[in-house]
């Protein structure tokens, strides 16, 4: 150990023992990063004594959209960060595609960095992207490399997208692109709805007699637009090689062909969001555009088909794709159509999680843990760093009350734009401390704590880490 080391005592943790048992052990952290756990209280001074409080990794949200620099009206680095630890969220890894400029190369990376970096409370890395935008297949390979080279383990694309700063690929591009990633390393994550259904759907209910309702946006990009564009990610990672992500999937279909993609051996993983495992399409007909977000939440049965694939393995990770409008004003500006697409949910994915899936028995702790701390960790590159409580891990952990019941009230979301779907919803479980490396950043009667001490993380055996 370096001489002016700093080592820390973490004591009467209780942790998940497999399934939802639970033991009582000690942690050591020594600079950051966790030296050692045993079952032993330990000798000497004692820096955080937990009382028996269940503790569990700190959280990781995969995909988020904290729209800085460009973006701020809605969110910023702070408040997004700000609130992911307040949610028991250590780590976010933010979008390409929501600041400008973009997120596609190493120098517009560098620019993100230097402004969001002072700003940050808990951990983050980055998806970098490849849009239609001049669309160029050897600058293409020649900036996934060089973010390769940077740290950056996983980029953005779309089969349909309505940013003009980033558009969609098509068929053929995306292979491209599947390709060169296969070879690099890098994994695709695809917003995948079928852009001619998605179009063509569009185009009929502005038409129809219910144009301007939520039924009539649902049914522009229906589940057979979403199943269709999964089918198309899942045919070209079997084609090219790569490694495919399908993110904020929300249909049974998606799930019912992942799971048989997997059986091949194709190399798909797929995410899913806490609004999709909440709400229905009865549920976007009573909200309207408080709930609008692309892909749409669809019928009770497709909310069951991820719940069972959240369950059983075939939907890795569940992520929030946290993308606040500013509210009212985009929220209501009249047509369903021009409503702004997205909601906050960093705040509440561990907390959602823990009290609908682990307290009302449709998963265990054991899985819950794995859905929001682990899988996200090895799919974007970061499990030699995140998501355990190993020796060589960094010192990112949460205190939880599993049995406190509490009420969402978006006006009490640390989240810069105050509305929520899950307004008025009681949930079970919530998070009393966060810890990122270490470092407490959050306890609940006393808000946040300290200045800012994210950092962005790059693999261990990133050579420019």
Not at 47 to 66: E, Q, S, T, Y
Not at 409 to 417: E, I, N
Request: aromatic share 6%; hydrophobic share 40%; net charge negative.
């Amino acid at each position: 150990m370096k001489k002016d080391s700093k080592r820390l005592r973490f004591v009467r943790a209780r942790v998940c023992a497999g399934a939802s048992s639970t033991a009582e052990c000690a942690l050591t952290v020594c600079d950051g990063r966790i030296e050692a756990i045993d079952r032993a209280a330990g000798l000497g001074t004692v820096d955080v004594d937990f009382g028996g409080r269940l503790v569990i990794p700190g959280a990781m949200d995969g995909h988020v959209h904290f729209d800085e620099p460009g973006f701020t009206h809605r969110e910023t680095f702070a408040t997004g960060t700000i609130a992911a630890a307040a949610g028991g969220v250590t780590t976010v890894i933010d979008m390409p595609c929501t600041s400008m400029p973009p997120v596609t190369d190493v120098a517009s990376l560098d620019r993100k960095l230097k402004v969001i970096a002072p700003k940050a409370s808990v951990d983050f890395a980055l998806w970098a992207g490849v849009r239609g935008n001049d669309f160029a297949l050897d600058h293409v390979r020649r900036s996934l490399q060089m973010l390769y080279s940077y740290g950056v383990r996983s980029i953005k694309t779309y089969l349909v997208s309505g940013m003009p700063t980033f558009e969609d690929l098509t068929r053929l591009q995306l292979e491209e692109v599947m390709r060169i990633a296969a070879d690099i390393g890098l994994t695709v994550g695809v917003h995948a709805e079928d852009k001619r259904a998605v179009l063509e759907g569009v185009e009929r209910e502005m038409h129809s007699g219910d144009r301007e309702g939520p039924l009539a946006y649902a049914r522009s990009r229906n589940a057979e637009a979403e199943a269709k564009g999964i089918a198309t990610c899942i045919e070209l990672a079997e084609k090219t090689g790569a490694r495919v992500h399908i993110v904020h999937m929300a249909c049974a279909e998606g799930v019912r062909l992942l799971r048989a993609a997997r059986a091949r051996g194709v190399s798909v993983t797929a995410e899913t969001c806490p609004h999709f495992l909440a709400f229905t399409i009865d549920d976007f007909v009573r909200m309207g555009s408080l709930l609008k977000t692309a892909p749409v939440v669809k019928s009770a049965a497709d909310r069951d088909a991820l719940w069972e694939g959240v369950a059983d393995g075939t939907i890795d990770m569940v992520a929030t794709d946290h993308a606040p409008a500013q509210w009212p004003q985009e929220k209501q500006t009249g047509s369903i159509w021009t409503d702004y697409g997205g909601v906050p949910g960093v705040e509440l994915l561990l907390p959602f999680l823990l009290s609908e899936g682990v307290a009302k028995g449709r998963i265990d702790l054991q899985r819950a843990i794995e859905l929001v701390c682990a899988a996200p960790a090895r799919i974007h590159g970061l499990e030699s760093r995140k998501g355990g409580l190993q020796p060589g891990m960094d010192g990112d952990f949460v205190a939880i009350d599993p049995e406190q019941k509490w009420t969402v009230q978006a006006d009490k979301l640390l989240t810069r734009q105050k509305y929520t779907p899950f307004e008025g919803m009681e949930l079970t479980g919530m998070v009393m401390r966060t810890f990122v490396r270490g470092t407490e950043v959050f306890e609940r009667s006393r808000g946040m704590l300290g200045a800012p001490v994210g950092q962005l993380v790059r693999p261990d055996h990133d050579s420019a880490a």
